[in-house]
């Protein structure tokens, strides 16, 4: 009985350490009103508002990154945005 208890103790401390990760957003290049998060979060810098995430998944002829980001740009035409691309990019240059 004692076991499962320092068991179910391990667990809620790795729960603890992954809720401290802070999220931190950087702006996007070519998007001035526009940021995304290190969690993929993409949010509007004027109102706040995090933009609904529609996710799909395309053929794989694009491989091992499946999730995408319909974004509407300055001339209003819709655009796929990679947000793993758009992640790496930001967070792991730092």
């Known amino acids: ?11 809620y401390d790795e729960e603890i ?5 802070i999220e931190e957003y950087r ?5 001035p009103n526009y940021e ?6 993409v949010r509007n810098k004027i109102t706040g508002r995090i933009l609904k995430q529609r996710v ?3 053929r794989p002829i694009i491989k091992n990154e499946n999730y995408y980001c319909n974004c ?7 655009v796929l945005l ?4 758009l992640q790496k990019g930001l967070f792991n240059n730092q």
Do not use: A, H, P, T
């Open 36 to 41: 995304v998060s290190n969690f993929g979060q």
């Open 17 to 21: 350490s992954q809720e401290e990760i």
């Open 82 to 85: 990679s947000m793993l691309k």
């Open 1 to 11: 009985m004692n076991q499962q208890s320092d068991y179910e103790e391990s667990i």
């Open 27 to 31: 702006d996007i290049s070519g998007y």
């Open 56 to 58: 799909r998944e395309v």
């Open 72 to 78: 509407q740009n300055k001339q209003n035409d819709r």
